[in-house]
C-alpha cells in the first residue's frame, strides 16, 4: 500500500481517538493549504472569512445563522502550537478514557465537552459587563473545551490513575485536573478570558458525564443517537456485485465462508493485541481489501 492508502487504513480500523487526531490534523492542513491559496493568488483574507465563518461568535444574532459553528469551532486551531498542544492532551487523557469507558463514550464526551464549552463562552460574554464591549466581534476555536471534557471525566473515572510528568515523577490525574480548574479560574481576567471560560464548561460536561454514568444514567444516550442517524446519511449504498459463474455448493460455500472468517479473525486479534503497525504488508493489504468487500 502506498503512504494515503496507509493513512486511509489506519484511520479506517483505528481507534475513535486515533480518528478524532486525524480529523483535528486534516483540518488544520486545510486551513494551512487554504492560507497558502490565499496568500499566492492575493485573495485578500479569503481564508481569515472562511476561519471566521467556522468559528463559534458571541453575537446571538450572528451565531443563529451559523449554527453549525458550535460544532466546528472545535475542529479548528490557530497555530501549529495551538493544535499540538491539544492533539498531545487528547492523546494523554484519551488513553486513560478509553481504559475504562467504551470509544463511542470517548466521541460523545468530547463533542458534548465542546458544546457545552461554547454554551459557556456565549452565555458569559453576553451576560457579565466586562465583555460587553468586545461580545459584538469576539469569537473561538480549538478543542481545548472538548479536550478538558475528557481530562476531567477520564479523572473522575480513575482518580488515582498515575502518570509521570518530569520533575515530579508520577502524578494522580486527579491532581492534574484540579491544577487545570485553578488555572482556568485564575486566568479569566489576565488573557484568553474566552477560551478559559469554555475550558469550564468543558469540565462541567465532563464532571456531569461521569457522575451521571455512576447512577447508571447515560446523559450523552440521546445525542448518540442523533449523531447516529447524522452520520448515516452520509455512508455509501453497498455495491452489488454480479458475477457469472458455477454456483458453489452449501459445502464449499461455508468452507469458504469459515476460511474467510477465520483470517480476519486471526488479524483482528493481532491488531487488538499488538496494534495495527505490528501487521505485515500481506495482512495490512488484506484486511483493506477485505474490508472494503
Known amino acids: 500500500m502506498n503512504i494515503l492508502e496507509e493513512i486511509k487504513a489506519s484511520f479506517k480500523f483505528g481507534s475513535n481517538l486515533v480518528k478524532l487526531i486525524y480529523i483535528n490534523l486534516a483540518v488544520y492542513a486545510l486551513v494551512l ?28 444574532t450572528l451565531l443563529f ?15 501549529f502550537l495551538h493544535i499540538l498542544f491539544n492533539m498531545l492532551w487528547l492523546y494523554w487523557f484519551g488513553t486513560i478514557f478509553i481504559k475504562f469507558l467504551n470509544q463511542k463514550q470517548l466521541v460523545t464526551v468530547y463533542l458534548l465537552g465542546g458544546i ?20 459584538v466581534l469576539s469569537n473561538n476555536r480549538g ?9 476531567v471525566a477520564a479523572a473522575m473515572i480513575a482518580p488515582d490513575y498515575e502518570v509521570y510528568i518530569p520533575f515530579l515523577n508520577q502524578v494522580k490525574i486527579k491532581y492534574i485536573a484540579l491544577v487545570f480548574i485553578a488555572l482556568d479560574l485564575l486566568q479569566i481576567p489576565m ?24 447512577r447508571g444514567k447515560d446523559i450523552g444516550r440521546s445525542f448518540d443517537r442523533f449523531m447516529d442517524y447524522l452520520f448515516s446519511l452520509f455512508k455509501k449504498p453497498k455495491k452489488m456485485k454480479v ?38 504488508k500481506e495482512e495490512k493489504d488484506l484486511l483493506f481489501n477485505m474490508s472494503d468487500n
Open 143 to 151: 478543542a481545548s473545551a472538548s479536550i478538558m471534557a475528557i481530562v
Open 116 to 135: 457545552l464549552g461554547a454554551v459557556f463562552y456565549i452565555v458569559a460574554y453576553n451576560l457579565f459587563p466586562v465583555f460587553a464591549d468586545v461580545k
Open 33 to 60: 493549504l487554504l492560507e497558502l491559496v490565499s496568500f499566492l493568488f492575493r485573495l485578500n483574507g479569503i481564508d481569515k472569512f472562511i476561519l471566521d465563518f467556522f468559528a463559534v461568535h458571541t453575537n446571538i
Open 243 to 280: 458475477t457469472h459463474k458455477r454456483a458453489m455448493t452449501d459445502m464449499e460455500y461455508n468452507a469458504q465462508k469459515a476460511d474467510k472468517q477465520a483470517r480476519i479473525d486471526m488479524i483482528l486479534e493481532k491488531v487488538k493485541k499488538s496494534g495495527y503497525d505490528s501487521l505485515s
Open 191 to 214: 488573557e484568553n478570558a474566552g477560551g478559559h471560560i469554555a475550558h469550564l464548561g468543558g469540565m462541567v460536561l465532563g464532571f456531569w458525564y461521569v457522575k451521571s454514568y455512576r
Open 65 to 79: 445563522t451559523r449554527p453549525w459553528t458550535i460544532i466546528s469551532y472545535m475542529f479548528l486551531h490557530m497555530n
